[in-house]
């Protein structure tokens, strides 16, 4: 075996319990345990989600070292999300890891999420990888940043949303109309027949390089609900305009912004990522404003863009090879900001 470190990423942030085995860039294993449970109640269920993390965590942890084909003494260190997410859910993650590396006598790294998400480009998988400074649009459930990316471990938040995130907005979208959850995917799967100007909603008027999805939440009710009043059936008739118009919408303020950004900073290296990086109708935008503005755009593979542990893995080697390591009374933290 080559020297480079061996590192396991564990992943509990939300209703993903992953674990993955990455030596130096090169992916090893990757196994994610979804959780079913959330869609029958509409959304994630916070104290279901930790027990189901605790369900899985060890046979999560035990197939991803089988899959490497190691054992878990060649394992250099371990990373685990330190935050944002649900507390409940971090909590399983880091004393699993804690317990690991108290084990096995080996460093213990704590993870932000999200800067997680934005490394996932740096998964070798014989791709070209963003060159630094490049910009980021992380588009999630739980939030929406444009980041302005210097080193792996230097990057600064320059956008945000200052209510819901554009994951959000898809997925109580989906559930006015019915739809089960996480609706994001749904939507981008009904859009693809559906016309994207068959509905006008409310568009937000945000200064700097800030996101709002609320308004445009509250627009697409008002406008079901009208619809509604006069034809009960409006939805099933109009559902593929409906995801269509709704998902044009979302796109375009996402890109709108980060048209803004490209303008400011001049930096025409461009990446996305995040569970909403995986919509088709923002990969295709996306794609048509870079051939435009002449850009080098970066998606993730679909593996990497929802929750997984291999971009906590990625980002603990980058910590590892800084040498910043955690303490045993590190503590996750729900809001954790960089
Ligand atoms: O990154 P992620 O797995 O979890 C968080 O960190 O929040 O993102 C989950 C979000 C959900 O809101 C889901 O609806 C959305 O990503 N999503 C999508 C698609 N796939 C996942 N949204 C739109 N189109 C998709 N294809
Ligand atoms: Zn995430």
Not at 274 to 303: C, D, I, W
């Amino acid at each position: 075996m080559s020297k480079e470190p061996i590192i396991l990423g564990i992943e509990s942030s939300c209703d993903d319990t992953s674990a993955a085995i990455l030596q130096g860039q090169k992916i090893l294993s990757n196994v994610i345990a979804n959780q079913q449970i959330h869609a029958l109640y509409g959304g994630v269920v916070p104290e279901l989600a930790s027990r189901a993390h605790q369900q899985n965590i060890i046979p999560v942890v035990d197939s991803a070292i089988k899959k490497a084909n190691i054992t878990k003494e060649d394992i250099t260190a371990i990373a685990f999300t330190k935050g944002p997410g649900l507390l409940g859910s971090l909590l399983v993650g880091s004393s699993f890891a804690k317990s690991f590396a108290m084990g096995m006598n080996i460093p213990l790294i704590s993870v932000n999420h999200m800067q997680g998400h934005i490394l996932s480009h740096f998964i070798d998988e014989g791709k070209p990888m963003p060159q630094f400074p490049f910009l980021c649009l992380t588009v999630s459930g739980g939030h929406t940043q444009i980041v302005k990316v210097d080193s792996p471990i230097k990057m600064q938040v320059i956008g945000t949303t200052i209510d819901d995130a554009a994951g959000e907005a898809f997925d109580k979208s989906a559930k006015i109309l019915g739809l089960p959850y996480p609706g994001g995917p749904l939507i981008d799967k009904l859009a693809k027949n559906g016309n994207i100007h068959a509905f006008e909603f409310g568009k937000p008027k945000i200064k700097k390089l800030d996101f709002s999805f609320s308004g445009l939440k509250t627009s697409i009710l008002y406008k079901i609900q009208n619809n509604m009043n006069e034809n009960p059936h409006f939805i099933e008739e109009k559902l593929e305009d409906l995801c269509a118009s709704i998902q044009h919408s979302i796109v375009t303020i996402l890109l709108n912004k980060l048209q803004k950004a490209i303008k400011q900073t001049g930096i025409k290296e461009i990446a996305i990522a995040g569970g909403v990086s995986a919509n088709s109708y923002l990969r295709s935008e996306l794609n048509k404003l870079g051939t435009e503005k002449k850009l080098n755009l970066y998606t993730p593979k679909f593996e990497y863009c929802t929750d997984n542990a291999a971009m906590i893995a990625i980002t603990g080697y980058f910590k590892y090879l800084n040498k910043d390591f955690a303490m045993q009374s590190e503590t996750p933290s729900a809001r954790l900001l960089f």
